[in-house]
């Protein structure tokens, strides 16, 4: 089972590019296509501009929705528009607060109060996935307190769950037999993130607490501004990852393709039989 991730383009051109890279990852046939939400400054319009596009590709969308920031009568709004969509998935999140909004935190502080939230006013029109770190929320006092507050997610109605990117397997499989452990069989599904631009990469994961260890930074620092070189590598350490994941259990992957189709195409073409052939 594969998903993919996309953001809300900028611009008319980034747009153009999103539906060509979205129409060819549709033949990868995704379980459903993920929107981020205010994510890297996007707005509200911006997230339904983008699961339109979507729908109009004729994919399963989930919008992703988080909460901090907004009042309950402003989810309600965005919810009532989904529903009238007909959209029947959605990622639920708390998300970080934006700068300049002063501090008002809205109604709802944890994304657990964000699906207690849909499922009291809206039952069970929509399958919920929360987020899930392996390798703990930035923000996290510890990893048990980390595991307290994914279960309560999931004990206010979560159907299943996307992990943070990471390049350490144990971490996912350590997290996975915590959970379990607790008494929880949703499906966690891993995400992953391809590796194409080591800068980028290393920006992304100082900020959202994934580790980039320590040989895979040296491999990659070594490559320098050879583009090409990190790409082919990327594929061929993001593929082998996945790969072992979904031998040992991993019950799917969901791919953050910052809306480009070449890197999890090549990925998910090592993946099929004719891949390793
Ligand atoms: P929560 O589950 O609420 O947890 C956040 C932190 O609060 C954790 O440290 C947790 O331990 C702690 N916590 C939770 N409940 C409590 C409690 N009751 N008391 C005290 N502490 C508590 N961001 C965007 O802006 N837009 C997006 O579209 C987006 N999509 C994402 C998709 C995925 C799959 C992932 C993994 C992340 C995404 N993010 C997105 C980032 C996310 O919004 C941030 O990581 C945010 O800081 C936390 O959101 P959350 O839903 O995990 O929050």
Same mark, same amino acid.
């Given at each position: 089972? /594969?998903?993919?991730? =996309? $953001?809300?383009?900028?611009?008319?051109? +980034?747009?153009?590019?999103? #539906?060509?890279?979205?129409? !060819?990852?549709?033949?990868?046939?995704?379980?459903?296509?993920? #929107?981020?939400?205010? +994510?890297?400054?996007?707005?509200?319009?911006?997230?339904?501009?983008?699961?339109? %596009?979507?729908?109009?590709?004729?994919?399963?969308?989930?919008?992703h929705l988080s909460c901090i920031g907004s009042t309950r009568e402003q989810l309600r709004t965005i919810l009532d528009d989904y529903r009238a969509r007909g959209l029947r998935r959605l990622v639920a999140l708390r998300g970080d607060m934006p700068s300049g909004m002063g501090g008002d935190i809205g109604d709802l502080h944890h994304a657990s109060d964000l699906v207690r939230f849909v499922r009291a006013e809206y039952g069970d029109a929509f399958h919920i996935e929360v987020a899930a770190y392996p390798e703990m929320h930035p923000q996290s006092l510890g990893a048990r307190e980390d595991l307290d507050h994914f279960v309560a997610k999931v004990s206010e109605g979560a159907d299943?769950?996307?992990?943070? =990117? $990471?390049?350490?397997?144990?971490? =996912? $499989?350590?997290?996975?037999? !915590? #959970?379990?452990a607790r008494g929880i069989d949703i499906p966690i599904v891993p995400g992953i993130m391809p590796i194409t631009n080591y800068t980028q990469l290393a920006r992304f994961s100082n900020m959202c607490g994934a580790e980039l260890p320590r040989w895979l930074r040296l491999r990659l620092a070594d490559f320098g501004d050879d583009k090409a070189s990190i790409r082919a590598f990327g594929v061929e350490v993001v593929s082998a990852m996945v790969a072992r994941l979904l031998e040992q259990g991993a019950p799917g992957a969901? /791919?953050?393709? %910052?809306?480009?189709?070449? +890197? #999890? %195409?090549?990925?998910?073409?090592? %993946?099929?039989?004719?891949?390793?052939?």
């Open positions: 089972m /594969f998903s993919l991730e =996309y $953001f809300p383009p900028r611009d008319i051109a +980034a747009q153009e590019r999103l #539906v060509r890279s979205a129409k !060819r990852l549709m033949a990868l046939r995704p379980a459903y296509v993920s #929107v981020t939400f205010g +994510a890297g400054g996007s707005t509200r319009d911006g997230t339904v501009d983008t699961v339109q %596009l979507m729908q109009n590709l004729g994919a399963d969308v989930a919008p299943g769950a996307i992990t943070q =990117y $990471f390049f350490n397997p144990d971490a =996912y $499989f350590d997290f996975v037999d !915590r #959970v379990r969901h /791919f953050y393709t %910052l809306n480009n189709a070449d +890197a #999890v %195409l090549a990925i998910c073409a090592n %993946l099929t039989p004719a891949g390793h052939a």
